[in-house]
DNA sequence: ATAAATATACTCAATTCGAGTATAAGGATC
DNA sequence: GATCCTTATACTCGAATTGAGTATATTTAT
């Protein structure tokens, strides 16, 4: 056995602003790569080393931003191990800087299957297919498939974006998994490749996202200084891929100490609603 | 700027085990270090460099293990920089190869505050004290401090492991804090201190495992093959801090296809238990 | 035989949840 | 100005879940 190995990190970038009921995603190289660098001497942590990355490439400066995971990839080159540790950060979508090859991109064009807020076809017509061509090739794969992409009656479970961009690769039926030189199983599932391993990296953090809002009001760093009760509705709807029952979003909301009404009101086509903030607290335990 | 940086991986374990109704952690040391030890050029990844040195260590084999964190120190010494990368195990305690200075213990020494199984009144009497000198120093920190250690009313929530030691480091409470020379607000809260960061990682494994156990059924991997209710539920309460209403958790765990019978008795004081074993289903998915 | 310990089975009210209906208040159209 | 369209806000109601309690069964120890 070898001794201890000098190696290189990469910190890569997941940065989600929701904007026009569409979950964005900072890309660069048109929408195939994340923001992503080196470790450098000068950067003080792991975290002002991401920053320091994302706003050299795209201009964009980050608030709060979360930890998502580290790989190693297997040691093959002689030039030296790399290590790859991915963050995820939430903002505003900003116009600054962009253009060149750096865009915001709506999410579901990775993953298209992840949106269901629409009536979802999509499965049944192109995923199911594949799925079940490489089914039979094993026999615990069954209720893995199924409860990833509830196909015999399970309930859709939005959290396990990551677990269903990991079976598709699994099941050869995403495009990095040919590029890889995996075995196929059938047409492409729809949805846009990304260099590397990014795209597993976005699935990682829409997983991580979507399990989050649930139990932490995050979204606050999504949306503007003053909002809607719909506002807030469609954000979180764009985050988790469904549609929520606009009563019970209500009741839900109201019982929390969450929001406090600014007294004005938006304007619009309808009735005016209300407009809120996010309370004083709320805003302070982020700080 | 300067360019890209070689570093050096260290890979840190915490490994859990359920025994005699307390939570025990796999240490070094005589219970002050976690086992680790650097990535190296032999190893095919972290997780395999990881279960390397937990067995050259500790003779321990290990199951399925889950990543905690990544942290990077401050880039001070001249030496190099160096990445810590923690992983969390479960497993059954083994008697193999232990002596030395390597050992079960009981997670609650180094958290006491943690177990609440029986009337906590570690906080009132030990912990508050401290907390409101440090509170008085600053407005923001009155409400963490309230939510972290249910002060004013508000409810425990046993997630909060980490956040919970931070504030304590924060405020000066924990012997770590010391050690790094931060200043000092009281007498220090009970429970041990560990090396470098190891019992700040401890807590982070804590604080996961808590979270996890409420929606997936990870304690399959604490347990032999056959048990009763009461051994599941007694592993559980273990882990989680706090006791549960033994009709209700029946309740649960019956609504739920995650066990089957196995048509024999426990023995024992009282009426004999039926043995369960977890399905089939549950135990593939881990394979 | 009796006590102590544990297992198992119900009960019941409070709360939460999912889904629906009804009414209010604005702008746009004719 | 009446009508329609759109959105906001407010209730309602039954089903399901949850928290907490009681009752009974079956064993070992004394």
Redesign the interface.
């Known amino acids: 056995?070898?001794?201890?190995?000098?190696?290189?990190?990469e910190l890569i970038a997941v940065i989600v602003a929701v904007s026009d009921g569409a979950p964005r995603v900072l890309t660069l190289s048109d929408g195939t790569a994340l923001p992503a660098g080196?470790?450098?001497?000068?950067?003080?942590?792991?975290q002002a080393g991401l920053r320091n990355w994302v706003e050299r490439q795209t201009g964009h400066t980050l608030g709060h931003i979360e930890?998502l995971?580290?790989?190693?990839d297997?040691?093959r080159s002689r030039a030296?191990?790399s290590?790859s540790?991915s963050y995820l950060g939430l903002t505003r979508e900003t116009r600054t800087k962009l253009g060149g090859q750096v865009s915001w991109q709506d999410w579901y064009r990775y993953f298209p299957w992840e949106d269901r807020r629409a009536p979802a076809i999509l499965v049944e017509s192109t995923i199911k297919p594949g799925l079940t061509r490489w089914v039979d090739d094993a026999a615990?794969r069954q209720?893995?498939a199924a409860r990833c992409f509830a196909l015999d009656g399970a309930p859709w479970n939005e959290d396990l974006a990551l677990s269903r961009y990991e079976l598709l690769y699994e099941a050869g039926l995403v495009r990095e998994a040919a590029r890889d030189g995996r075995p196929v199983h059938g047409d492409f599932a729809p949805g846009i490749a990304m260099t590397a391993d990014h795209r597993r990296i976005l699935a990682t953090a829409i997983s991580r996202l979507r399990a989050t809002i649930k139990y932490r009001p995050v979204v606050f760093e999504l949306l503007p200084d003053q909002f809607t009760l719909l506002d807030l509705q469609r954000c979180i709807e764009a985050l988790a891929g469904h549609t929520l029952h606009k009563g019970n979003f209500r009741r839900l909301i109201e019982g929390q100490t969450l929001l406090e009404e600014t007294g004005t009101l938006a304007t619009g086509p309808g009735r005016p609603a209300k407009l809120y903030r996010f309370s004083a607290?709320i805003r302070?335990?982020r700080?």
């Open positions: 056995m070898s001794g201890a190995q000098p190696i290189h990190a080196p470790l450098e001497s000068g950067h003080r942590s792991l930890q995971y580290t790989f190693a297997p040691d030296g191990r290590i540790i615990d209720s893995r607290a302070a335990e700080a």
